[in-house]
């Protein structure tokens, strides 16, 4: 009995997620069409966003060991489309780029449109990305990429719904970029489209995005035309409920919530409008509008209320903008929204400012220090997550195969783990953390320093555990791909494997000479090499190195994975950088030079 438990308790720590999928299936997925749980994901994946996040994973364990699939790919593609709205563009691409591998090994006769090259739907949400980041042509780019594949798509309201999502969004671009000709051409031909097929919540997001068009052209009375015709349809809705009875899908099924927050988006462009030429008495009242149609729209609400929190402080009312601010910080913690939370405390900050309360104000900074310190943290952990859990699955998946497909799954698996650890490792080294923005306060100088060099500190034992893990990573998939390369009949289907294999060992080899390890030890702990150095002048580069390893407090099997070397050889050089350094041996080698003044 004692040994069933201790290997029940073995099986739950390793596959924990998988445990708690078992335990709360949300469907019975034998039973259960997938597209009744696309669409019920569909559904929540904006009004709740981390219940559609849990339900996607949960599908994706029962769909991925059933082979690729276009089912699998649309729950990759709302998982980005989810973390896009969150602000997490480098987990929405993982995800997005997921989805277009999973499309790509989907055999043709399974795909609904066989002549589409690529998922054009996912290639909006990639140009959606690049447009967020501010990279104009990039998001161009993908943008012609999504209409010449839905130029090949077979079903003609398909293909028209697809083509006018594509000119509408292009139409943004232009807009963004204050091409506003260029950019009503596009809406123009996205409504031409869209009144042929006679669907009112596509003809009324032309009409709001002209609404937007108009007022950024500095154009209102054109605007508020649209915003009547917007407002008009919805009346229409509303008095025509059987409409909402003929549709069974789950984008009709949702056309009166959608069209509802389309009447919202309008007089958030007004409030936004009458924001950017100080009219804030209009404002306030425009964005106070909105705000009774955004009830199921979290993503939407934050922001609205973040600018009705500007306005407020135009005109002065300290404290209506106090209790709006307070409710919007509350939604972004809610919804775990970094990025307008980090907003809506900088707001905060301008209203103590002006309304000349500081008693609060300290600590209203170190809230929103404290929280863009966090921010990072958070989406790499989040990043983290969403690769164990993807990990996990995909093992999962290669446990279940048939014996004779295993040499292509794991090369299949090989080369994605790669990808992503190749993609994070690119990310680790690029994001910084600058705590700058408008908390430039003199008091707060000292505490802004210290912030930055814990960073630094946290950002190297990050990129410390990271090189440890990512050789052991490495060296399992190279053994794994020894073995099963083995496995093949023929030395000539294995010769194929051969340059993968010494690839893959080069590929170890550069990381174990990678020396970015020592700049950022130099940036986290300043003066310490320099100081070793002019102390102790025996001490070799190899010394150094390793002393940068123990001061981390790194143990002696990590050191020897990142320095290419056996256990025995690690040991052998601290016993010599004793000797060197002159301790005796009371002395703990790794406790004196993390106590070194220096």
Known sequence: MNLKLKLLLIIILISRFDIVAQRNLYFDYNKVDSKVVLDTINTIKYSNPNKAISLSFEALEFYLNKGPSTVSSSIYNILGEVYLK???????????????LEFELTPKSQRLDQNVNMPPWILINLGNIYFNQGQILKSIEKYSLAEDNFGLVDEVVVRDRGLATTYNNKALVYI????????????????SIRSKNDKISDIAHSYKSLCELYFKWNLPKKALQFERKVDSLFQFMQNHPEYLLEKSDWTSSMDYDILKSYVGNCFEYKGDYYLAIEDYENAVLSFASAESYYE????????????????????????????????????????????????????????????KNYSNFTNKV?????????????????????????????????????????????????????????FLTAYFISRKVYIEKQVVIANQNQKLATSDLEHKKRELAMLSTNIVQENE???????????????????????????L???????????RKDDNYADQF??????????????????????????TFLRMNLNTKEIADIMGLSVRSVESRRYRLRKKINLNKEQDLVSFLIKLNY
């Open 86 to 100: 969150k602000d997490l563009p480098v987990l929405a691409l993982s995800y997005f780029t997921d989805a277009i």
């Open 176 to 191: 963004e970029m204050g091409k506003f000709k260029d950019a009503l051409d596009f809406l123009n031909m996205a409504l």
């Open 296 to 355: 199921k729209w979290p993503f939407q609400l934050i922001k609205m209320l973040n600018n009705k929190t500007i306005a407020l402080l135009g005109q002065r009312q300290y404290k209506s903008a106090i209790q709006t601010n307070n409710q919007v910080i509350g939604l972004a913690k809610e919804n775990d929204l970094s990025k307008e939370l980090e907003r809506a405390l900088q707001i905060k900050i301008q209203i103590l400012d002006k309304g």
């Open 366 to 422: 170190d809230s929103l220090v404290n929280l863009l310190e966090d921010r990072y943290s958070s989406q790499i952990s989040q990043l983290l997550s969403g690769i164990e859990i993807k990990n996990e699955i995909f093992l999962g998946q290669r446990k279940n195969e048939e014996q004779e497909s295993f040499t292509q799954k794991i090369i299949f698996i090989s080369i994605i783990i790669i990808l992503i650890l190749g």
């Open 473 to 499: 990573l490495m060296s399992s998939i190279l053994k794994d791909l020894r073995y099963y390369v083995s496995l093949l009949k023929t030395p000539k289907d294995q010769k194929l494997f051969v340059p």
């Open 501 to 511: 294999i010494n690839s893959l060992n080069r590929s170890l080899n550069d990381k």
């Open 522 to 547: 130099s940036a986290a702990y300043p003066g310490f090499l320099e100081y070793l150095a002019r102390t102790y002048a025996e001490l070799s580069t190899s010394d150094l190195k390793l002393c």
